[in-house]
């Protein structure tokens, strides 16, 4: 029996020993699962602030910090309760929304201050690209606008009185602020287009009887009959009835080259644009061009049969020159070496304009307009007796002028199809053109008195300006005394 007894107790003791074990190993257990639970409850919940500060921005404080943790830590057996859980997935929704709103919110005032910044710069692409093909077309000499349509009729805003003699030649700068008179008072003049003011003038100088050519002549002692100035405003050139040409400073009017050459009067003076190539024709029938960058002479055309009276040049290196009584235009080719002959007019072509490279308008004494194309000899249009309707009083004009009513100048405004026309009778006329140039239209008469010896129009389009005489710039076959020798300063306005 004591050995059962023994035997017996033994066993119940290893039996509680085991269980002893069994529960301290499962406290252990409940335990590490407790501990992972809360670790993986506190490793969501930093993780969930992390993200809040990334995309709230705001770094939350500790006493938020410590809330958030004993609402997340309460545990019942290892779980966590079921109304934390579900606390926290509604403060999880309203946190997306409140991003998403400040998300969209954000977006809307980043596209509000782009669209405020391009307001501000003004940039219109359709006028950018409207200008670079302007720009393309100008240098192939092939740009004509339709802008004639859209003015009205001009108003005189300026009376410019300073020569004492009939005023024969005008030139705008291209900045269009300036304006240069030339005169048979063998004077120069500088205006101002905005103010209409004399701002210089270069007076006569003595004539001298040294016939010398190495002596310096430093201004005019005869007639002024034509003026140009350089695209870039460095060079001012004038001509005159004694062969010379003059060159000048067209900021401080000082002078800076006489040039020699021209066996005869210098009828006419232009620049091709955008360069310091000078062009200019005489009546002793010859085309000289010039080199001003070196102040040099180049090399001399001829071809027409009588006086040359007028010249124009755009940007080819070409240039086209009205022969007067010799009834022919011609456009000299410089680098084909070549010239194209051009007949039409019944009178002396007294004036001629290039509306582009491919495009002129000629005026002649007996009253006609007539429109060209350089690929063909006869012109595209002419218009007869082009100034004979005037409402000038007839008292007023000497009944020896001819009836023809003479074209004594024309003006184009380069690229586009307004044009203008001047006469002895004081009449100033301004016209359309029509894109397939077979037409001009009448748009408005200006009324003056005298001879319109030159116009021109500014090269924004902004100003006219006119050159009124009491004689004609080239001679004294008539005199209209009741006429001024002025600068007319006229604004032309467009349509709003």
């Given at each position: 029996?004591p050995?059962?007894i023994?035997?017996?107790?033994?066993e119940?003791?290893d039996?509680?020993?085991?269980k002893?074990?069994?529960?301290?190993n499962g406290k252990?257990?409940?335990k590490?699962?407790?501990e992972?639970?809360n670790?993986?409850t506190?490793?969501?919940?930093?993780?969930?602030?992390?993200e809040?500060i990334?995309e709230?921005?705001e770094?939350?404080?500790?006493?938020?910090?410590?809330?958030?943790?004993e609402?997340n830590q309460q545990?019942m057996n290892g779980?966590v309760?079921?109304?934390n859980?579900l606390?926290?997935?509604?403060?999880?929704?309203?946190?997306e929304?409140?991003?998403h709103?400040?998300r969209?919110?954000?977006?809307?005032?980043?596209i509000?201050q782009?669209?405020?910044?391009e307001?501000?710069?003004?940039i219109?692409?359709?006028i950018?690209?409207?200008?670079?093909?302007?720009?393309?077309?100008?240098?192939?000499?092939?740009?004509?606008?339709?802008?004639?349509?859209s003015?009205?009729?001009p108003?005189?805003?300026?009376?410019?009185?300073g020569?004492?003699?009939?005023?024969?030649?005008v030139?705008?700068?291209?900045?269009?602020k300036y304006?240069?008179?030339g005169s048979?008072?063998?004077?120069?003049?500088?205006?101002?287009?905005?103010?209409g003011?004399?701002l210089?003038?270069?007076?006569r100088v003595?004539?001298?009887?040294?016939?010398?050519?190495?002596t310096?002549?430093?201004?005019?002692?005869d007639?002024?009959?034509?003026?140009?100035?350089?695209t870039n405003?460095?060079?001012?050139?004038?001509?005159?009835?004694?062969n010379?040409?003059?060159?000048?400073?067209?900021?401080t009017?000082?002078?800076?080259k006489t040039l020699?050459?021209h066996q005869g009067p210098?009828?006419?003076?232009?620049f091709?644009?955008?360069?310091?190539?000078?062009f200019s024709?005489?009546?002793?029938?010859?085309?000289?061009?010039w080199?001003?960058?070196?102040?040099?002479?180049v090399?001399?055309?001829?071809?027409h049969?009588?006086?040359?009276q007028?010249?124009?040049?755009?940007?080819?290196?070409?240039?086209?020159?009205?022969g007067g009584?010799?009834?022919?235009m011609?456009?000299?080719?410089?680098?084909?070496?070549?010239?194209?002959?051009?007949?039409?007019h019944?009178?002396?072509?007294?004036?001629?304009?290039?509306?582009?490279?491919?495009h002129?308008?000629?005026g002649?004494?007996?009253?006609?307009?007539?429109?060209?194309?350089?690929s063909?000899?006869?012109?595209?249009?002419?218009l007869?007796?082009?100034h004979?309707?005037t409402?000038?009083?007839?008292?007023?004009i000497?009944?020896?002028?001819p009836?023809?009513?003479w074209?004594t100048?024309?003006?184009?405004?380069r690229y586009?199809?307004?044009?203008?026309?001047?006469s002895?009778?004081?009449?100033?006329?301004?016209?359309?053109?029509?894109?397939?140039?077979?037409?001009l239209?009448?748009?408005?008469?200006?009324i003056?008195?005298?001879?319109?010896?030159d116009?021109?129009?500014?090269?924004d389009g902004n100003y006219?300006?006119?050159?009124?005489g009491?004689?004609?710039r080239?001679g004294?076959w008539?005199?209209?005394?009741?006429?001024?020798?002025?600068?007319l300063?006229?604004?032309?306005?467009k349509?709003?």
């Amino acid at each position: 029996m004591p050995f059962f007894i023994r035997k017996h107790n033994s066993e119940t003791k290893d039996k509680k020993r085991k269980k002893l074990l069994k529960l301290q190993n499962g406290k252990k257990k409940q335990k590490t699962s407790n501990e992972l639970i809360n670790d993986h409850t506190n490793k969501k919940i930093k993780k969930k602030q992390k993200e809040l500060i990334d995309e709230n921005e705001e770094i939350l404080s500790d006493t938020d910090i410590e809330e958030d943790d004993e609402q997340n830590q309460q545990t019942m057996n290892g779980n966590v309760r079921l109304d934390n859980l579900l606390l926290n997935e509604e403060h999880d929704d309203d946190d997306e929304n409140n991003l998403h709103e400040q998300r969209l919110k954000r977006a809307k005032e980043y596209i509000e201050q782009i669209a405020k910044q391009e307001q501000e710069r003004e940039i219109d692409r359709d006028i950018v690209s409207e200008r670079l093909r302007d720009d393309v077309l100008e240098q192939a000499g092939k740009l004509h606008r339709q802008v004639a349509s859209s003015y009205i009729e001009p108003v005189l805003l300026h009376t410019c009185r300073g020569h004492q003699q009939s005023v024969t030649c005008v030139c705008i700068s291209n900045d269009n602020k300036y304006a240069f008179t030339g005169s048979k008072d063998c004077s120069i003049i500088k205006w101002c287009l905005l103010t209409g003011k004399k701002l210089h003038l270069i007076r006569r100088v003595a004539k001298t009887d040294n016939t010398n050519e190495r002596t310096p002549i430093v201004g005019h002692f005869d007639h002024i009959l034509a003026i140009t100035i350089s695209t870039n405003g460095q060079f001012l050139v004038s001509g005159d009835k004694a062969n010379l040409i003059q060159v000048w400073n067209p900021q401080t009017c000082q002078h800076l080259k006489t040039l020699r050459g021209h066996q005869g009067p210098i009828t006419g003076l232009t620049f091709r644009r955008n360069s310091h190539e000078l062009f200019s024709v005489s009546q002793d029938r010859s085309v000289k061009i010039w080199n001003l960058d070196e102040m040099s002479y180049v090399e001399t055309l001829f071809g027409h049969q009588e006086p040359i009276q007028a010249i124009d040049a755009l940007m080819r290196e070409r240039c086209i020159t009205a022969g007067g009584r010799d009834g022919s235009m011609r456009l000299w080719k410089i680098v084909e070496e070549s010239h194209l002959v051009f007949t039409g007019h019944k009178g002396s072509i007294d004036c001629v304009a290039l509306i582009n490279d491919e495009h002129i308008v000629s005026g002649a004494d007996d009253g006609s307009i007539a429109l060209w194309s350089v690929s063909k000899r006869r012109p595209l249009f002419n218009l007869p007796h082009a100034h004979k309707i005037t409402s000038i009083d007839p008292s007023l004009i000497p009944s020896s002028l001819p009836e023809e009513f003479w074209i004594t100048s024309l003006a184009s405004l380069r690229y586009t199809d307004l044009l203008a026309s001047g006469s002895f009778n004081g009449n100033i006329h301004l016209w359309k053109s029509t894109p397939e140039f077979n037409h001009l239209t009448h748009l408005f008469t200006l009324i003056q008195l005298g001879f319109v010896n030159d116009l021109k129009f500014s090269s924004d389009g902004n100003y006219l300006v006119v050159a009124i005489g009491q004689e004609h710039r080239l001679g004294r076959w008539w005199t209209v005394k009741s006429a001024k020798n002025v600068l007319l300063i006229y604004k032309l306005d467009k349509t709003k």
